[in-house]
């Protein structure tokens, strides 16, 4: 997720009001020296890019205030010491779906998946390229001393600490950008459903990063925002018998920062082709700047069976795929090995569903199995989520098998996991 400009220009507010007087009253309460890294530009470039200063973590915080000192610190550290690189990548995670309407709750559960690539995709990676500023990342800092911490230093000399939040601070970070993914999932379905009385109230926070204990470099770290989410909703056109239904489910956010000192920029982390298509994967190695082309090696590889890559990054779709392939770019740059991946989905979409029989008359007691056809024949995602309007008069399962319970009409519907599209069946039970 890209810092927003309203980040960023509290980011000096910040530094000045919390963190700062944090690190001076604190900073003899835990025994640390950190490392810095820093990438050093240099005439020829045979020499020496990097100046190391090892220290080590010495000791674990002993308390909340330690542990945010510990964590000033060590970002603190991490941006003197020149990040050339650092890229997020934000996740959502939905839990405990309720609803009344069991039909409407299984939908959800069925379609939470795609749900959350939604909300995913509603953020962007952010990177810091060589030689800019990467003092900005310190804006989303806890600003106050957590409820819990947990720290351990693993047999690989790895520190891993997470900080608990039970009362929400600095709200005024992540509630606008959380609030406004749920928002945009919301909005483009407008065709099926609409929502009123919608609530999203935050819940845990939880901050957890890794660092190396040996060095004191910061390796990563992760914000866990979570939320309890209901509304009414009153689903629309063709799905409008359903009416309006409670609705409530947990959604969490997790936003994950890398942290590199070289690496690889690519202009797009997710792709969508069709079988056929073709396009150029931009890449840009971050490395120090006067390098040659020959003092680095970029490679790319992937699963041949689906599509293919030459060694420009273009990307020629072969094959339909259910789950994402991903393309690995790998750049060969100090003795060391440095990847990325784009994650590219090639999927023919589905456009039209049709069920076996529009309209169908049973007696009580009878069962009767319905088929769903999907067009075009070699769409990608073929899944249907099976739904009755009236689960008292006639249940249907997930193979289309229908089952009448009671005299009345119903209808059945099977609707494309991929695209949303409906197909119905009008049902009439007599005794």
């Not at 693993?154 to 609030?179: A, E, G, H, P, R």
């Not at 406004?180 to 065709?191: I, Q, S, Y």
């Not at 947990?250 to 000192?261: D, I, M, R």
Request: glycine share 4%.
């Amino acid at each position: 997720m890209k810092l927003s400009e309203k980040k960023l220009s509290l980011k000096s507010i910040i530094l000045l009001t919390i963190i700062i007087p944090v690190l001076v009253i604190a900073a003899s309460s835990v025994a640390i020296v950190i490392t810095a890294k820093s990438v050093q530009p240099q005439e020829t470039a045979d020499a020496s890019l990097f100046e190391e200063k090892e220290y080590e973590i010495k000791a674990l915080p002993k308390n909340e205030e330690d542990a945010l000192t510990l964590l000033s610190k060590l970002f603190d550290s991490a941006v003197k010491g020149g990040i050339v690189k650092y890229d997020s990548r934000t996740d959502a995670i939905i839990e405990e779906i309720t609803c009344e309407n069991k039909s409407v709750q299984d939908f959800f559960s069925f379609a939470s998946g795609s749900i959350c690539e939604k909300l995913s995709s509603s953020y962007e990676a952010s990177s810091i390229k060589y030689g800019e500023d990467a003092s900005a990342i310190l804006s989303v800092l806890p600003g106050s001393a957590p409820d819990e911490v947990e720290a351990e230093i693993t047999d690989q000399n790895i520190l891993v600490m997470k900080l608990t939040y039970n009362t929400v601070f600095n709200n005024m970070y992540f509630l606008s950008d959380d609030t406004a993914a749920v928002k945009l999932f919301t909005t483009e379905n407008a065709g099926v459903f609409s929502v009123v009385n919608e609530k999203f109230v935050p819940s845990v926070f939880v901050f957890t990063l890794t660092a190396d204990a040996v060095k004191g470099e910061m390796l990563n770290f992760t914000i866990d925002r979570a939320y309890d989410y209901s509304a009414n909703i009153a689903f629309k056109n063709s799905l409008s018998d359903i009416g309006t239904t409670p609705f409530s489910m947990k959604v969490q956010f997790s936003e994950t920062y890398n942290f590199y000192y070289a690496g690889i920029d690519i202009t797009a982390d997710v792709m969508t082709l069709k079988v056929g298509d073709y396009t150029t994967l931009g890449v840009t190695p971050y490395v120090e700047a006067n390098l040659q082309e020959n003092e680095y090696s970029l490679s790319f590889s992937s699963d041949e069976k689906y599509l293919t890559v030459d060694e420009n990054g273009q990307i020629t779709a072969i094959e339909n795929c259910e789950e994402p392939v991903e393309v690995t770019i790998t750049l060969e740059y100090l003795g060391k090995t440095f990847t990325d991946v784009c994650r590219v989905y090639v999927v023919t979409p589905v456009e039209t569903v049709r069920i076996s029989q529009t309209s169908l008359s049973m007696k009580k007691g009878e069962e009767h199995t319905l088929s769903a056809e999907i067009k075009p024949d070699n769409a990608t995602i073929k899944n249907v989520i099976w739904m009755s309007s009236d689960r008292n008069t006639v249940i249907v399962d997930s193979t289309g098998l229908v089952k009448a319970l009671k005299k009345g009409t119903a209808t059945v519907k099977a609707v494309s996991e991929q695209g949303l599209i409906v197909a119905k069946c009008e049902i009439t039970v007599t005794d």
